[in-house]
């Protein structure tokens, strides 16, 4: 039987196009240790992770006529340096050269021919760092079968990888376009609604499949609790072009758990509010009206527990009106505080999932750019995704990891969303903006550190 794509899975590939690739990612820091950290290292790294990820070494195919959905199959060309690249920045690499690599590595879609994974170690850099690159398409990460190759390649110590970590594995022979004509012709007997439908969404670029995984809107009211009306339009949300900028914040965890104590709420809360001053600060740097009322709806997917009570192995997505009108950065949080509340039940809470096994941010930044690409973009002007990471050091082979940033994926009209994530005591912003639209995103990463501070002074140990 084939391994055949979800309807999800299958609509990531339909529906992406120039202006919008959807793969999502990571830029991850490393310290070179005395020993070295190569790019044979990395590769040695990655290939004896590939048991655990089998998608990592498969392709999609697509069924002929348009009968039912792709599948999955065997790269019987599969090459691992294909997917795993060498780059370097002139030395010494500074950020600015760094962050420019990363926004053209990400406006480039993905070989649908080839397994749906990039990974690019980045050397160069000063202060004898080097960096990781990954770029994954949304179609193949669900947090079930298939996690992010990030997560994988981490541990939590030092350790050289097997130099020789053949682990047997033959692709299995490609299935011609009869055989996959016919499965698809069994699956779908009693069922010929959707053989229409499949045929349908194949004239129209897919359109009636990525409306039937988004669903209606009546379907996200009762998931977010909110009226689902049109979200204000503004300069966020703008035809976009295939071009990207990248930028990023940094921030301590310990002052926003300080932000937490003295003013209450979640850490996720003061994030959500240090993006809120932010995004003020920006608007009122264009020219833009901003009064008292002014908001910007963010969608914030977060870790929820399953039916059966499991924790941080789903992602929902939530409607979050920021209210950058408000000019006192404390009544900010207090209004995102409040519109949080009723989340607080069904979300895990970040000391839960930081428990949870086989989910890393990696992961979970991607389940949530799937979550936010499966609705309609007219009810929200940004995406915003936090997910807590681990709070002690990680490992890739011998290379210490000091920063990663996530890199979360545009979607159509929409000219920015941001990634965040903590690790050993630090939060790090990651910024993706069209470049067009938002030749600017640097300066609002300055202003996220600069709302950062405006928050922290509010308290005792920062006044």
Not at 190 to 195: A, C, F, I, K
Request: glycine residues 8%.
């Amino acid at each position: 039987m084939a391994d055949r794509l979800s309807t999800l899975d299958a609509s990531f590939l339909y529906l992406e196009d120039r202006t919008a690739p959807l793969h999502v990612g990571a830029v991850a820091l490393f310290r070179r240790p005395r020993i070295g950290f190569d790019y044979g290292q990395l590769v040695a790294l990655i290939e004896q992770c590939l048991p655990q990820v089998p998608r990592y070494r498969q392709r999609v195919l697509p069924v002929p006529g348009h009968l039912a959905r792709p599948v999955w199959a065997d790269d019987p060309d599969f090459d691992l340096t294909y997917h795993v690249r060498r780059s370097a920045l002139p030395r010494p690499g500074n950020e600015e050269q760094l962050l420019d690599l990363v926004a053209r590595l990400f406006s480039r879609p993905l070989d649908h021919a080839r397994p749906l994974w990039e990974a690019y170690l980045v050397e160069g850099l000063s202060r004898n760092r080097v960096a990781l690159v990954t770029k994954t398409h949304q179609a193949l990460v669900d947090g079930v079968s298939t996690v992010d190759i990030g997560q994988l390649i981490l541990d939590t110590g030092p350790h050289l990888p097997d130099q020789d970590p053949d682990d047997g594995w033959r692709p299995r022979r490609l299935p011609g376009r009869t055989g996959l004509a016919l499965d698809a012709v069994r699956e779908t007997v009693g069922r010929p609604r959707e053989v229409i439908e499949n045929l349908r969404s194949a004239a129209t670029d897919a359109v009636a499949t990525a409306r039937k995984v988004a669903g209606a809107v009546g379907s996200l009211i009762e998931t977010v609790g909110t009226v689902a009306r049109p979200a204000a339009a503004g300069p966020l949300n703008v035809p976009i072009s295939g071009q990207r900028r990248f930028a990023v914040a940094r921030a301590r965890l310990d002052d926003l758990r300080g932000v937490r104590a003295e003013h209450g709420g979640t850490v996720n809360d003061a994030v959500l509010a240090v993006v809120s001053g932010a995004l003020r600060t920006w608007l009122l740097s264009r020219g833009e009206p901003v009064t008292s009322s002014t908001t910007l709806r963010a969608l914030v997917p977060l870790a929820v527990r399953d039916e059966s009570g499991q924790q941080g192995n789903k992602v929902t997505p939530y409607l979050v009106d920021l209210p950058v009108g408000e000019p006192n950065p404390v009544v900010r949080l207090q209004h995102i505080s409040h519109a949080m509340q009723a989340h607080t039940d069904s979300a895990v809470a970040a000391s839960a999932l930081l428990g949870v096994g086989g989910l890393s941010p990696p992961t979970l930044h991607a389940l949530g750019a799937r979550a936010a690409a499966s609705f309609s973009k007219r009810i929200f002007n940004l995406v915003v995704t936090n997910v807590p990471g681990p709070q002690l050091p990680l490992y890739a082979g011998t290379a210490l990891l000091t920063e990663m940033f996530p890199v979360v994926p545009l979607v159509r009209n929409q000219a920015l969303a941001i990634g965040v994530t903590s690790y050993d005591g630090g939060v790090y912003f990651g910024l993706t903006g069209d470049r067009d639209a938002l030749s600017d995103v640097d300066i609002m990463a300055k202003m996220i550190e600069e709302s950062v501070d405006e928050l922290v002074t509010t308290t005792p140990r920062r006044s």
